[in-house]
């Protein structure tokens, strides 16, 4: 598998940091992004548990997300575990415009020249 | 913490949960563990929203964390990576001592195959079958031979590092050298599935447990 580029993201990464962006200022649980995710590619599957959660702590330790866990409270009055919630930060916002704007660019040919047909 | 009732799928969900995170910090297990029960808990609520069946839920559950076994595994070594930063000197020895396994293993068991492929025994049979899988010998199979002698070693010192160097760093070494000698029997004997299924074993053993504890 080819090492990644520092600083790059992955597609999964990309979708999670877009989820959370496009999310406003709801902050979400790991639950609701893998909807939110499915929701946006049109999938009828839910990401990977073990896949989603790995790339959040990614994020997380990129400084590009920050979470925290809801007040033990809440949780208990809706009957539900707590939900450690997630938010985009700033430095998510500008990685994730980059990424983006990379998407975007045309592809350079790799082709030397002289070799075009 | 996780809660321990659910079918018979969830429940192995939850089990996995437990045991990927075993051994690490406490702090971040816990946390680990009290994501994946909100999880759950959150699939279950959005079951009852969708109408969704409960053996649907638990497939799906299943598939969902089957699916992720590999990032769960990668995710507890960047764990483990980032806890054993600061014991440089500890993972040096730990590596030094898994590749001199490693080497050691490898040694036995190309020893081992070498005389098993020059030793011509009568077709063993077992219930009737043979169990020397279509050929008399590893000599007549030197890529075989190759293969298991690495691919067994290599699997078998994997375990050894997990859970031998628990108990003792000396019993690890030591055990290298007859478990070797067992495995290349497994081998050589064409007990194809159970040497896999044992070699399987001892690679998940692996990446369950991550980096071995350290040398004191």
Sequence with gaps: ?117 | MIAASGDRRTRLVRWWARRYTAGLDPLTAASRRAEMDSDLAEHERFRRDAGWSTTRLSRERLRRTLAGVPADIGWRYDRLRHSTNHHGLTSVLGLVTTVAQLALAVYFFAFAAYLVGNTRLPDQQVFGTSVLAGFESYADEPGATTAAAIIGALGFVLALSATARSISPILSNAATIPIAMLATLFFWLGIWPLAVLVLVGAAVDLALRGQPPALH
């Design chain 1, 1 to 117: 598998m080819p090492r990644r580029r520092p600083g790059a993201l992955l597609p999964l990464e990309v979708s999670i940091l877009a989820a959370l962006r496009d999310g406003g200022t709801e902050d979400r649980h790991g639950f609701a992004l893998a909807q939110a995710i499915a929701d946006a590619e049109e999938s009828r599957r839910l990401t990977a548990t073990g896949t989603l959660y790995r790339a959040l702590h990614r994020l997380d330790d990129a400084g590009l997300i920050e979470n925290w866990w809801e007040d033990p409270d809440d949780a208990a009055q809706a009957g539900r575990p707590r939900r450690r919630l997630y938010r985009i930060t700033g430095a998510g916002v500008t990685a994730l415009a980059r990424s983006q704007a990379e998407a975007d660019m045309p592809a350079v040919s790799r082709v030397a020249p002289g070799y075009a047909s």
